[in-house]
Nanobody, 123 residues
Framework: QVQLVESGGDSVQAGGSLRLSCAAS????????MAWFRQAPGKEREGVAT???????GYADSVKGRFTISRDNAKNTLYLQMNSLNPEDTAMYYCAASAYAPCALCQNNYAYWGQGTQVSVSE
């Protein structure tokens, strides 16, 4: 049974930092591209960051230079380090796994999803 369990969400002030984690099980984690998506109230879910099986990363323009995605294949865990947070980063954050993603930050390329962890950033 595939499971993706996110943690680390919290309420922080603008300028603060958070580190999200996603524990994966039930599939061969090292063979999957992983990604973080987020969905703010009233908005569509959007891709934030992605990392392939070789460790190559990609980011949405809105988070470049502030967020860092990483993976630990020994621990089957995905991370998202978020720095310089601002209120526009407030959203539910989801991790997702894909065996094949021609479009690295397209949600319809990802088969497995976690339940999400809430990040709230205040002024």
């Amino acid at each position: 049974q595939v499971q993706l369990v996110e943690s680390g969400g919290d309420s922080v002030q603008a300028g603060g930092s958070l580190r999200l984690s996603c524990a994966a099980s039930g599939f061969v984690y090292r063979r999957y591209r992983m990604a973080w998506f987020r969905q703010a109230p009233g908005k569509e879910r959007e891709g934030v960051a992605t990392i392939d099986t070789l460790g190559n990363t990609g980011y949405a323009d809105s988070v470049k230079g502030r967020f860092t995605i990483s993976r630990d294949n020994a621990k089957n865990t995905l991370y998202l380090q978020m720095n310089s947070l601002n209120p526009e980063d407030t959203a539910m954050y989801y991790c997702a796994a894909s065996a094949y993603a021609p479009c690295a930050l397209c949600q319809n390329n990802y088969a497995y999803w976690g339940q999400g962890t809430q990040v709230s950033v205040s002024e």
